[in-house]
């Protein structure tokens, strides 16, 4: 069995929910009562959005990698970031991460391509959402990735960093989500929602709104996880 290493903290809320899901997804798999090996490192979600926010992309590289390098130390054979805004250098990331690590857009792009969509949007931080990480993999597979309006992302990245990091999830919050999904929905045809942030999924919990598919980025990147931990 390999010990997967993930870099946490990018909120905890949805770390928790990364090591229960792995847990459970492993549990399924194998039924022999036996329990997957894993190491969290939990970072400063603050200093990454930061990070992020002053785009001072070559220090946001060098404080995952060295997160990633704790993990290799601590005996991790491979690794994850438990969130979607850190993608936005997963691959200078990945050139210099002592581990292997798997891509939390490269696993979604796989599901939505399974399931024949074209056009889906994307909800996160404005990073995410306004970022090209998720657009440039798609559209080589012919998958067009329509993000809100301006308005309706700041609403968005709004509630993420003040609301959802922080473990606050509220009824109203949820509502508006929805209607934003609805609305892009009829405005932009899109077929299907990524939730291309790890807490979405803890506010977000069905698997559709308004008859279209939500994809639960956390659960994608755990299933393929727990994949390679059995390989």
Do not use: W
Request: charged share 20%; aromatic share 6%; proline share 5%.
């Amino acid at each position: 069995m390999k010990t997967v290493g993930i870099v946490g903290g990018l909120g905890p809320e949805s770390t928790i929910d990364y090591y229960r899901s792995i847990i459970a997804v492993y549990q399924k798999k194998v039924a022999d009562g036996s329990y997957p090996h894993i190491i969290v490192n939990s970072i400063d979600v603050n200093k990454a959005l930061r990070l992020v926010g002053s785009n001072d992309l070559p220090q946001l590289t060098e404080y995952f990698v060295g997160a990633i390098q704790r993990l290799a130390d601590a005996g991790a054979d491979f690794g994850l970031l438990s969130a979607n805004t850190p993608h936005i250098v997963f691959n200078d990331v990945r050139r210099l991460s002592p581990l292997p690590l798997i891509s939390i857009v490269e696993a979604t792009c796989e599901e939505v391509k399974s399931r024949g969509l074209k056009a889906v949007s994307l909800l996160g931080t404005r990073f995410t959402m306004g970022g090209r990480f998720y657009p440039e993999l798609f559209e080589k597979h012919g998958i067009a990735v329509v993000p809100p309006s301006e308005e309706e992302q700041a609403y968005i990245h709004d509630k993420y960093v003040n609301e959802l990091v922080k473990g606050v999830f509220l009824p109203k919050t949820r509502d508006r989500l929805q209607e934003i999904i609805a609305i892009q929905m009829q405005r932009d045809g899109v077929e299907g929602v990524i939730l291309g942030g790890t807490e979405l999924p803890l506010i977000l919990r069905d698997q559709s709104v308004a008859g279209i598919p939500l994809f639960d980025t956390t659960q994608i990147h755990v299933s393929a996880a727990v994949s390679q931990i059995l390989s």
